[in-house]
């Protein structure tokens, strides 16, 4: 069963630069795994921040961004912000109408 | 403006039965697929079922042979019934809007959620 990994806990100063990374417990993450990225704050939807491994979805800060590093997806924040504390989730398409979420990260602007 | 409107959770006995609704509004429903994404009392977002503008359907393994999606497009509705449910299966249940996911798409990823419903799998 394929697994998705995340960081579970992250944290980063405000101003600062943090990388959060999706990968997969077998093989490598590539553009064709349609990568996205969502952002949740507890007790809140999940909001669509990136997808097609690099697309901002619409009125996402430009601070955000999306890319490969290596084998796997990452999202990195350039100038973090207190709102950008909550939790941060990818999700990988595994072909055949599956998709699958990584576990989340909870990031921590302190 | 895009809407997805969820309905049906509520408190249900083990085994039971329970069917989610998820109304769309705001766009063309039958050119997207949609999925029901589920999370669990402090854990995490999971995928649980989607459904293509086919109608062709895909189940996460945790649920397959309990749940079923499908989707009236005259009515712009999706359902998910969901039979022999297990404590387990207690969460918030979102609905999402989903592009096509083939190998040229760009729009393969949940650009609109529902507010989403609570299901309670408890004796």
């Known amino acids: 069963q394929t697994v998705v990994t995340q960081e579970p806990s992250f944290s980063v100063s405000p101003g600062g630069t943090v990388t959060l990374t999706c990968g997969l417990s077998?093989?490598?993450?590539?553009?064709?795994?349609?990568p996205s990225w969502y952002q949740q704050t507890p007790g809140q939807t999940p909001r669509s921040l990136i997808y097609?491994?690099?697309t901002r979805s619409s009125g996402v800060p430009d601070r955000f961004s999306g890319s490969i590093l290596g084998n796997k997806a990452a999202l990195t924040i350039t100038g973090a912000q207190a709102e950008d504390e909550c939790d941060y989730y990818c999700?990988?398409?595994?072909?055949?109408?599956?998709?699958?979420f990584g576990g989340g990260t909870k990031l921590t602007v302190l | 403006e895009v809407q997805l409107v969820e309905s049906g959770g509520g408190l249900v006995q083990p085994g039971g039965s329970l069917r989610l609704s998820c109304a769309a509004s705001?766009?063309?429903?039958?050119?997207?697929?949609f999925t029901w994404v589920r999370q669990a009392p402090g854990k995490g977002l999971e995928w649980v079922s989607t459904?293509?503008?086919?109608?062709?359907?895909f189940y996460a393994d945790s649920v397959k042979g309990r749940f079923v999606i499908s989707r009236d497009n005259s009515k712009n509705t999706v359902y998910l019934q969901m039979n022999s449910l297990r404590v387990e299966d207690t969460a918030v249940y979102y609905c999402?809007?989903?592009?096509?996911?083939?190998?040229?798409?760009?729009?393969?990823?949940?650009?609109?959620w529902g507010q989403g419903t609570l299901v309670t799998v408890s004796s």
């Open positions: 999700v990988l398409y595994m072909g055949s109408g599956i998709s699958v």
């Open positions: 097609n491994t690099n």
């Open positions: 459904i293509n503008t086919a109608a062709l359907t």
């Open positions: 705001g766009f063309t429903s039958n050119t997207y697929a």
């Open positions: 999402a809007r989903r592009g096509n996911c083939g190998a040229n798409d760009r729009l393969c990823f949940f650009d609109f």
């Open positions: 077998s093989g490598s993450v590539s553009t064709s795994h349609h």
